[in-house]
């Protein structure tokens, strides 16, 4: 069974940049066919894909995200980050990471989300 | 991409059949069977009860089950428990190049 768990500040500063890891167990964090996924739910809204990437590096981003995000893997430590630059008040969510089986579409594991908030 | 339009809340008592619709386009629950669904308990990671409309994984209640009819989905739970209470969100697939859209999130109550 996947295991996901996110890391990182709870706290950003405005124009700032957000990092967060999300570290991976359970399963072969290399295995075919399936990406490793950051989603967010900002306050009273629903939830948004941010981006996706693969165990070799190729990613996915959300059109309206893409040129502030980054995402990255280090499959030595079966870990993967997101980072997010420009941040503003509206960035401020709960992000998860997930993994996304590619074939059929779905997230078959969540982490439980850690809340980032953008203030000075 | 807008999201998927779900009710805001459905109840039922215990032991009753509740159902959420999960409305969309032709770009994604019209076109494609990739619809999936997660339940989420206050403070907990969403958790994938329904696959590809129908399928359930392993370990998930029979109680739960998924259909479709045109652009619209549905998530039927049936033998209503007070353990099922939580937010459910439908997803899909869509070919309007974006990774996927969500659906707006409905909340069950156990009455």
């Known amino acids: 069974q996947v295991q996901l768990q996110e890391s990182g500040p709870g706290l950003v500063e405005p124009s700032q940049t957000l990092s967060l890891t999300c570290s991976v167990s359970g399963v072969s964090f290399t295995s075919t066919g399936y990406f490793w996924t950051w989603i967010r739910q900002q306050p009273g809204k629903t939830l948004e894909y941010i981006g996706r990437i693969y165990h070799s590096g190729t990613t996915y981003f959300n059109p309206s995200l893409k040129s502030r995000v980054a995402m990255s893997v280090d499959t030595s430590k079966n870990q993967f980050s997101l980072r997010l630059s420009a941040v503003t008040a509206a960035d401020t969510a709960v992000y998860y990471c997930?993994?996304?089986?590619?074939?059929?579409?779905?997230?078959?594991?969540w982490g439980q989300g850690t809340l980032v908030t953008v203030s000075s | 991409q807008s999201a998927l339009t779900q009710p805001a809340s459905v109840s039922g008592s215990p032991g009753q059949s509740i159902t959420i619709s999960c409305t969309g386009t032709n770009s994604d629950i019209g076109d494609f069977d990739f619809v999936s669904w997660y339940q989420q308990h206050p403070g907990k990671a969403p958790k994938l009860v329904i696959y590809?409309?129908?399928n359930r994984p392993s370990g998930i209640s029979w109680r739960f089950s998924g259909s479709k009819s045109g652009n619209t989905a549905s998530l039927t739970i049936s033998g209503l428990q007070a353990g099922d209470e939580a937010d459910y969100y439908c997803s899909s697939y869509t070919n309007r190049g974006s990774l996927g859209v969500f659906g707006t999130g409905t909340q069950v109550t156990v009455l």
């Open positions: 590809e409309v129908t």
């Open positions: 997930a993994r996304y089986y590619y074939r059929d579409h779905y997230l078959d594991g």
